[in-house]
Structure formats: structure tokens, C-alpha cells
């Protein structure tokens, strides 16, 4: 079966601007947002400090030098910046590797893993570049918990997380379906560049073999016949 794909300038233009120039401009629209706020708080700021309160008892803005992953996780133990220059690397490529697979053909989780790529990088840059990470927004929750101290990064990548498994496990349950395999093919009108059109392979397959079924019918019907002309032919000649 051919499957008529219109691939005009048009279109393919539609969709690089959807799926690879605006998500790149977002990406780094975030991550410069999260460069500026460090640099912001580490030039206004003592290590340490605390300026005021946003909200008081609830939000305030401190400086402090997190060693760590997100919310200072393993921020007290020697291997965890060589173990985070390891492994985001990897993170990131699997992340480029979901979207450009999977996560670009709807617009929350394209920038839900914008979102998460821009949290990773950010606190990438701060890993190699200084050794450590900048973070400044600091929250004291019910009963007087302090909650760890983080920044625009964590919030990115929190944020993102949340979204994608909201989406795939309560909107798109397709990700986690392995029975049917589906090719998604541009649209004429594709509006935001995530119309798309789904060919059912198992459907298709389901058909193409009726379709041999019954040929076979037909041909094993036409060799009986064809056998039993033959056996009346020689039943004549021998009566003869």
C-alpha cells in the first residue's frame, strides 16, 4: 500500500518553524532567564544572606552555593558533582532523543520537554563552569519546614516532569501501547504544526491477508475443477 505524503514547501517549512525554531528560541529564552537570576543574586548578595521576605514566614530570597542535584540532593556528598557532570549529559541526549522520537507531536509535551531541557542545562552550566549551583528561592512550609533552597532551573525541570506525566498518563496513553504501530504523516492544514494523520498498520496487515486467503480459495477451487474435467475426459475415452 502506498501512503500519499504531501511533502510541499509549505508544509515542511510549518514544520521546522513548529517543531525546531520556536522550541529553540523558548529553550534559550529559559535558559538565559536562569543565567540572569544567578548572576543577579550572586552580585547583589552575601552568600547566605537574606534580604527581606516576599511573603513573610512563607517566601524570601537567600543566596546559597548548592553542590548537589535539584532541592540540594546529595549536596553533602563528595562523588556528587563528578556523579551529575556524568550522568546529565546522558539525561540530555535521551531528553533531544524523546522529543525529536515522540514528544514533539503535541504541544505539551513539546514544551514540557523544553521546560525540562532548559532546567537540566541551566544547572549544567553553573556545575562546569563554577562547580557548583546558585540557588536563591527559599520557602518555609506548614509547621515551620524550610523547604531546600533552589532556582529557576529546578522549577523548569520540576515543572516539565509533572506536565509530561500528566499528559501521557491521563491524555495520550499511546506512549506506553506497544500492540499497534502507527506512522503519522503531515496533514494539508496543519493550523500549529501537530495535525497528523495515523495509518493503522495492524488493520491493513489484517487485510492483506484475507485478501491471500481468499486467492488461495480461488486457486485450489480451480485446480479441483480443472482435476475433475481431466477424470471425466479419461472416463469417456475409456468407455470409447
Given at each position: 500500500?502506498?501512503?500519499?505524503?504531501?511533502?510541499?514547501?509549505?508544509?515542511?517549512?510549518?514544520?521546522?518553524?513548529?517543531?525546531?525554531?520556536?522550541?529553540?528560541?523558548?529553550?534559550?529564552?529559559?535558559?538565559?532567564?536562569?543565567?540572569?537570576?544567578?548572576?543577579?543574586?550572586?552580585?547583589?548578595?552575601?552568600?547566605?544572606?537574606?534580604?527581606?521576605?516576599?511573603?513573610?514566614?512563607?517566601?524570601?530570597?537567600?543566596?546559597?552555593?548548592?553542590?548537589?542535584?535539584?532541592?540540594?540532593?546529595?549536596?553533602?556528598?563528595?562523588?556528587?558533582?563528578?556523579?551529575?557532570?556524568?550522568?546529565?549529559?546522558?539525561?540530555?541526549?535521551?531528553?533531544?532523543?524523546?522529543?525529536?522520537?515522540?514528544?514533539?507531536?503535541?504541544?505539551?509535551?513539546?514544551?514540557?520537554?523544553?521546560?525540562v531541557i532548559a532546567g537540566t542545562l541551566g544547572n549544567y552550566i553553573d556545575r562546569l563552569a563554577k562547580g557548583y549551583v546558585v540557588d536563591f528561592l527559599s520557602f518555609t512550609l506548614l509547621f515551620g519546614y524550610d523547604f531546600p533552597i533552589f532556582n529557576l532551573a529546578d522549577t523548569f525541570l520540576c515543572v516539565g516532569i509533572i506536565i509530561i506525566f500528566i499528559y501521557y498518563i491521563f491524555f495520550d496513553k499511546t506512549l506506553f501501547?506497544?500492540?499497534?504501530?502507527?506512522?503519522?504523516?503531515?496533514?494539508?492544514?496543519?493550523?500549529?504544526?501537530?495535525?497528523?494523520?495515523?495509518?493503522?498498520?495492524?488493520?491493513?496487515?489484517?487485510?492483506?491477508?484475507?485478501?491471500?486467503?481468499?486467492?488461495?480459495?480461488?486457486?485450489?477451487?480451480?485446480?479441483?475443477?480443472?482435476?475433475?474435467?481431466?477424470?471425466?475426459?479419461?472416463?469417456?475415452?475409456?468407455?470409447?
Amino acid at each position: 500500500m502506498k501512503l500519499k505524503l504531501k511533502t510541499d514547501k509549505k508544509t515542511i517549512a510549518k514544520r521546522i518553524i513548529y517543531d525546531a525554531v520556536i522550541p529553540i528560541f523558548v529553550l534559550a529564552a529559559l535558559i538565559l532567564a536562569d543565567y540572569f537570576s544567578k548572576m543577579y543574586f550572586e552580585t547583589h548578595y552575601e552568600l547566605g544572606e537574606t534580604k527581606g521576605e516576599v511573603i513573610k514566614g512563607f517566601f524570601r530570597f537567600r543566596l546559597v552555593h548548592n553542590t548537589g542535584a535539584a532541592f540540594s540532593f546529595a549536596a553533602d556528598k563528595p562523588w556528587g558533582q563528578t556523579l551529575f557532570k556524568i550522568i546529565t549529559p546522558i539525561a540530555i541526549c535521551l531528553f533531544i532523543a524523546f522529543y525529536c522520537f515522540s514528544g514533539r507531536k503535541n504541544v505539551f509535551s513539546r514544551y514540557a520537554l523544553v521546560l525540562v531541557i532548559a532546567g537540566t542545562l541551566g544547572n549544567y552550566i553553573d556545575r562546569l563552569a563554577k562547580g557548583y549551583v546558585v540557588d536563591f528561592l527559599s520557602f518555609t512550609l506548614l509547621f515551620g519546614y524550610d523547604f531546600p533552597i533552589f532556582n529557576l532551573a529546578d522549577t523548569f525541570l520540576c515543572v516539565g516532569i509533572i506536565i509530561i506525566f500528566i499528559y501521557y498518563i491521563f491524555f495520550d496513553k499511546t506512549l506506553f501501547k506497544d500492540d499497534k504501530v502507527a506512522v503519522s504523516a503531515p496533514s494539508e492544514d496543519l493550523g500549529d504544526g501537530e495535525a497528523m494523520e495515523k495509518i493503522d498498520f495492524g488493520s491493513i496487515a489484517e487485510e492483506e491477508t484475507d485478501e491471500k486467503e481468499n486467492t488461495t480459495v480461488k486457486e485450489s477451487g480451480l485446480s479441483d475443477k480443472t482435476g475433475n474435467m481431466d477424470d471425466s475426459g479419461n472416463t469417456e475415452k475409456r468407455k470409447t
